[in-house]
């Protein structure tokens, strides 16, 4: 069976060609009878759009690539869902790559898809520090938007949550229930997010207690980190645990159960992102939920503002920090 063309569809609706052409790719306003009109043609003739042909006459691909630490941490296959819907919702193809958090394979999977000649990228960097140079060099040949992490200040576009202040609404809410000896369990390493948690922490934390600023111990985002966590602390009887994600959280709450500690009535634990799991955990994690599709949104947003006919791939770098909301579930 022929395939069916542009020209076949403009026979079929009485239109021409570029009438045809504007309507099936959007780019230019059509009248609403005239684009019903073509549509209804093309989808009775059966007509598929060629996107190897249109990639070749534009000299664009409508794919953007997408290099993520690791596809295994549970809050990036939300994020990964919603900037998949986001990008598709503007014509766009999204392609994953996963570094399982090494800043060699990191700049690999960035070369690979500059050499597939990708539109844009959307990173989340392995490393605040290490990831930089990958990175400001692929945002000198496309557009590049950093996700959920940076790569300090005028590498890139970025969108993030405000770590700063969901740490605030954590520490401010540990307060108001009475607090006053809480530790920090975060990620050691000089991940965006790791260090801000952090910093914010460190920073607010001498409201419950003058020595609670030094009461940190550091290790990874995972489970098994938040349960070597309350080994070390639990000696010193905390009555608050602030966890830098949900893994940790998750482990924490895992060993203090086994440990026969009360939650929260002994010990309240805080988790941050509000990953699928953290309203099933035992019990439900209090948590700071970041608001996923809004930064997923506004990612596609910067890269669309950077990929116009006339906006140039570089230029200022443009910030964008979105405000977190405080869950507040049994966990304390």
């Known amino acids: 069976m022929a395939e069916v063309t542009l020209k076949d569809v403009a026979r079929a609706s009485?239109?021409?060609?570029?009438t045809v052409s504007r309507v099936l790719a959007g780019t230019r306003p059509v009248g609403a009878e005239t684009a019903r009109t073509v549509r209804e043609a093309a989808t009775r003739l059966g007509y598929r759009p060629n996107h190897v042909a249109r990639a070749l006459r534009r000299r664009a691909t409508g794919t953007v690539g997408l290099v993520l630490p690791q596809i295994t941490n549970p809050f990036f296959p939300a994020l990964v869902?919603?900037?998949?819907?986001a990008l598709h919702a503007a014509g766009r193809a999204?392609?994953?790559?996963?570094?399982?958090d090494d800043p060699t394979t990191e700049a690999a999977r960035i070369a690979e898809f500059?050499?597939?000649?990708?539109?844009?990228?959307v990173l989340i960097p392995v490393d605040e520090r290490l990831s930089r140079e990958a990175v400001a060099d692929a945002a000198r040949r496309v557009p590049v938007v950093l996700l959920d992490r940076g790569c300090g200040p005028g590498v890139a576009d970025s969108v993030a949550v405000d770590n700063a202040a969901g740490m605030a609404l954590v520490?401010?809410?540990?307060?108001?229930?009475?607090?006053?000896?809480p530790w920090f369990v975060g990620a050691a390493g000089t991940t965006s997010t790791a260090a801000e948690r952090r910093a914010a922490?460190?920073?607010?934390?001498?409201?419950?207690?003058?020595q609670a600023p030094g009461r940190v111990e550091l290790g990874d985002f995972s489970v098994a980190w938040g349960r070597e966590a309350v080994d070390r602390i639990w000696p010193s009887r905390p009555d608050a645990i602030i966890c830098a994600n949900d893994l940790i959280?998750?482990?924490a709450l895992q060993r203090l159960r086994q440990l026969g500690a009360e939650v929260p009535t002994e010990v309240a634990v805080v988790g941050f992102d509000d990953v699928p799991f953290a309203g099933l955990a035992d019990p439900a994690l209090t948590t700071v939920r970041q608001p996923v599709g809004e930064l997923a949104a506004e990612a596609a947003r910067l890269l669309g503002e950077r990929s116009g006919d006339r906006a140039p791939a570089v230029g200022p770098s443009r910030t964008v920090r979105l405000t977190p909301e405080l869950l507040v579930r049994a966990s304390g």
């Open 114 to 121: 500059l050499d597939r000649q990708v539109d844009a990228l």
């Open 171 to 181: 520490l401010d809410h540990l307060a108001a229930a009475g607090r006053r000896r």
């Open 201 to 210: 922490y460190e920073a607010g934390a001498a409201a419950l207690d003058p």
């Open 14 to 18: 009485g239109c021409s060609v570029a």
């Open 81 to 85: 869902r919603e900037l998949e819907h």
């Open 249 to 251: 959280a998750v482990g």
């Open 94 to 100: 999204l392609l994953l790559a996963d570094c399982d």
